[in-house]
């Protein structure tokens, strides 16, 4: 988890395009391709599972791609937390 709004239960992570297998970017290198397959194949399922955990200990996961603009990534993480964050009266 790269940022951890705990109050709202939000968890975020910034997955870079090669290393969690962008459908826009990702790409496959020809060297040594069955053991790249296997190695971003492996990244895939435990970014799964952990989408899985953390869901089932009442947390959202939010996944922002490295290539997306980061204002509106932040708007829509700030849209979530505001949500979701206990409002004090």
Known sequence: MDIAFTR??????IDGCFWHVCPEHATS???NSGWWAKKLSTNQERDAA???H???????VVRIWEHEDPIEAA???AAM?????????
């Open 29 to 31: 290198p020809a060297a």
């Open 8 to 13: 709202a239960r939000i968890a975020v992570f």
């Open 54 to 60: 953390l869901a089932e200990l009442g947390w959202q």
């Open 50 to 52: 952990t989408n899985r």
């Open 81 to 89: 937390v505001r949500l979701d964050s206990p409002r004090s009266e």
């Open 75 to 77: 708007a829509r993480i």
